[in-house]
C-alpha cells in the first residue's frame, strides 16, 4: 500500500495543471456570474440590489428566447450532422490510402485551421453576398433572376459554420479510423462480406468513439461561436452566442447575459451527457 502512495500522488500531479486550467478558465468565471445573474438589473445604473429569478423565468417562458435557444440547437445539430457525413468518408480516404500524397492532402483539409477565422468569414461572405460569387454565376447562367438570399440567414450560417468546423470532425474521424487493425476488414471480406458490407458492419461500428468524440467537439463548437455568427447572421439574425454578447458589451445588462451564459452551458452539458449515454448503450467506453 505504501509504494502505490507515492503513484497516486505523481497522478493528482500530473493533473493538477489540467484542474488549475479548469478552475481558472471555467469555473472561476460561472462562480463570478452565478450570483450576477439573480440580480435585478436598474437601466441607466446596472446591477440593482436583492435576487430575483426573472432573467431565468423569461429564458423558459418567452417565445422571442426560446426561438433562439431552438435555432442555436438546431443550427448545432445540422452542423455537426453535415461535418459528419461529409467528414467521414474524407477521414476514411485519408486514414486508409497508400497513396504518397497523403500528407499533402492531410495538409489540405488542415490548411484552413491555419488562416484567421475572420479571414475565412469575410470569404464566405464575398462568396455569399447579393452580389456575390454564387449569386452572379447564378444569374449569369440564366437560373435566377434576382438574388438568393444566402446570408443573414440559417442558410449562411449553416455553410459557413460547416466549412469552418469540418477539418476538426475529419482530424477526430481520422484518428479514430486509423486505430481499427485492416486485418478486420480484410477479415470480414475473406468471410464473404463485400467492400460496402464490411464497411458498414465492421469499420463503422468501430469508429463510433470517433463519431461520439467529433460530433461533441463541433457542436459545442458551433453552439458557442460568436464571430462567424456575428458577420455572416448579421444583428437581426442572432444565436445564443451573439445574444449574450449584446446583453454584455451593448446593453449592459450583465445580469441577463450571466443567465443565458448559464443556460448555454445547461445546452452543452446536457448534450453532452446525451451523446455520452448514447455511446454508452452503444458499448462505447
Not at 486508409?96 to 484567421?116: A, C, E, K
Not at 440559417?154 to 459557413?160: A, M, P, Q, R, S
Not at 441577463?256 to 448514447?278: D, E, H, K, P, Y
Request: glycine residues 10%; positive net charge.
Amino acid at each position: 500500500m505504501r509504494g502505490a502512495q507515492p503513484s497516486r500522488w505523481a497522478g493528482c500531479g500530473l493533473l493538477s495543471p489540467v484542474l488549475l486550467l479548469l478552475v481558472v478558465a471555467f469555473f472561476a468565471p460561472l462562480a463570478f456570474m452565478a450570483p450576477v445573474s439573480v440580480r435585478p438589473y436598474r437601466p441607466g445604473v446596472g446591477i440593482g440590489e436583492g435576487f430575483t429569478g426573472e432573467h431565468y423565468a423569461r429564458l423558459v417562458s418567452d417565445a422571442f428566447y426560446l426561438e433562439i435557444i431552438g435555432r442555436t440547437v438546431l443550427l448545432g445539430l445540422s452542423v455537426t450532422f453535415l461535418t459528419l457525413v461529409i467528414g467521414y468518408p474524407v477521414a476514411y480516404f485519408l486514414a486508409r490510402t497508400q497513396s504518397r500524397w497523403r500528407h499533402w492532402l492531410t495538409l489540405l483539409v488542415v490548411f484552413p485551421l491555419l488562416l484567421n477565422l475572420v479571414v475565412r468569414t469575410f470569404g464566405w461572405m464575398a462568396i455569399l453576398a447579393n452580389r456575390g460569387l454564387v449569386n452572379d454565376l447564378l444569374m449569369a447562367l440564366g437560373w435566377i433572376e434576382q438574388p438568393v438570399k444566402l446570408m443573414f440567414n440559417f442558410t449562411g450560417l449553416l455553410i459557413g459554420l460547416t466549412h469552418i468546423f469540418l477539418p476538426y470532425m475529419v482530424l477526430t474521424l481520422m484518428g479514430a479510423i486509423q486505430n481499427i487493425p485492416r486485418d478486420l476488414e480484410h477479415a470480414a471480406r475473406v468471410l464473404g462480406s463485400g467492400r460496402l458490407a464490411a464497411f458498414r458492419d465492421v469499420t463503422v461500428p468501430l469508429s463510433v468513439p470517433g463519431i461520439v468524440s467529433g460530433s461533441i467537439l463541433v457542436f459545442v463548437l458551433t453552439i458557442t461561436a460568436l464571430v462567424t455568427p456575428r458577420l455572416l447572421g448579421g444583428p437581426t439574425y442572432q444565436v445564443m452566442s451573439t445574444m449574450i454578447y449584446d446583453q454584455f458589451l451593448r446593453l449592459l445588462n450583465w445580469p441577463a447575459g450571466s443567465a443565458m451564459a448559464f443556460m448555454l452551458t445547461l445546452v452543452v452539458v446536457a448534450t453532452i451527457g446525451l451523446l455520452n449515454r448514447a455511446a454508452r448503450r452503444w458499448g462505447v467506453r
